[in-house]
């Protein structure tokens, strides 16, 4: 089925509820919108004084609360809200922050966002694994740039790391890495199954590969694509697996 009106800005994010009832909607700005699947029905306009670019969303993976990441001019922050679009909580960032990938972790307390700079400073930059009932940042994971992933199941956060885009499994906590995948690979996304038990990724060599998160050991090395793979995604029985690449092939192995 297709919207009755186009979003503000173009249709950039999308994130379906893990139960395929609630579909999250985002432009380049203005509301994020929460559409019901089956009655094709808009349930709820989210905005936020935080900002009003939504630059990422995120279902927890109980599917009962969606974190929305919002920048404005100077800064942002993230808004947590019901499947009625009503705010659970928010946490605002520093002026000079922008917030770019976000994961919401299993239990619904905690989310994993990677936080930019215009300042030339690198201790301001990197994903916060943040309580967002109480804004109390969890963890500091410096090295992160890039795509984050929350396991399902577990206290543990998968991060593409350094400006090499080599990936690592961090828990929430404090305690020490679990896991680095390098495989001489420039990663670009991540993603978990839902049992935990295997992490996807896709790269810059255009290459798909499954790893086991324990151990930071490949499982299997999936080829096919002929450019960067931006995005991967498990299914809900962990059976199949989707990449997407930059000339917009998809493929489901």
Known sequence: WTLGE???GGLERIALSPDGA???????????????????????????????FPTALSWNPEGDLLAVAVARGGGGGLVVVDREGVEQGAVPFDDDLFPSWLAFGA??????????????????????????????????????????AA???????????????????WPAGDEPVVARLSRNEQFLGLAWSADGRR????????TVRVWDPDTGVP?????????AVLSV???????????????????VW
């Open 219 to 227: 499982v299997a090395a999936l080829r096919g694509h002929d450019a």
């Open 233 to 251: 995604a498990f299914s809900q029985d962990g059976r199949r697996l989707a990449s997407l690449d930059v000339d917009g092939v998809v493929r």
């Open 199 to 206: 992490l996807a990724t896709g790269g810059a060599s255009g």
């Open 151 to 169: 396991d399902p199941v577990g206290d543990r956060v998968a991060v593409v790391a350094d400006v090499s885009g080599s990936a690592g499994v």
């Open 107 to 148: 239990g619904g307390s905690w989310v994993a966002v990677n936080l930019d700079t215009p300042r030339d400073d690198a201790s301001r930059r990197g994903v916060r694994v943040i309580n967002w009932r109480t804004g109390e940042v969890r963890r500091t994971i410096d090295e992160g740039t890039g795509a984050v």
């Open 22 to 52: 609630l579909l999250a909607l985002s432009g380049d700005q203005g509301p994020v919108e929460l559409w019901d699947v089956a009655d094709r029905r808009r349930v709820a306009s989210i905005s936020t004084d935080l900002g009003e």
């Open 6 to 8: 186009p979003m503000p």
